[in-house]
Nanobody, 114 residues
Framework: QVQLVESGGGLVQPGGSLTLSCAASGTIFGYAMAWHREAPGKQREWVATIGSGGTTNYAASVRGRFTISRDNAANTVWLQMTSPKPEDTAVYYC?????????WGQGTQVTVSS
């Protein structure tokens, strides 16, 4: 299983933009990759998925504002966040999935505040 390391989190103003990165220790070819998030006092929730073939899906709460993308050659997945809202504040986690096997990164904090 690949190991995942997220980066790019920080403080962003509402209406700004931020891009999160997820670097894998090995190839992500053939893996579905996803972003999840966990806000204080709430359960971890799914944000977006990009399949091994590039098909994307988004949670209703972020559709139209967030974009997930991948570069298999670079073993990297990104989550571009545009027009973030205070309710997007959470720890964001990257996840890889292939068959019954999955891996999680350690998370990166995103805080949306003016």
């Amino acid at each position: 299983q690949v190991q995942l390391v997220e980066s790019g989190g920080g403080l962003v103003q509402p209406g700004g933009s931020l891009t999160l990165s997820c670097a894998a220790s090995g190839t992500i070819f053939g893996y579905a990759m996803a972003w999840h998030r966990e806000a204080p006092g709430k359960q971890r929730e799914w944000v977006a998925t990009i399949g091994s073939g590039g098909t994307t899906n988004y949670a209703a709460s972020v559709r139209g504002r967030f974009t997930i993308s991948r570069d298999n050659a670079a073993n990297t997945v990104w989550l571009q966040m545009t027009s973030p809202k205070p309710e997007d504040t959470a720890v964001y986690y990257c996840k890889s999935q292939r068959g019954a096997y999955s891996s999680w990164g350690q998370g990166t904090q995103v805080t949306v505040s003016s």
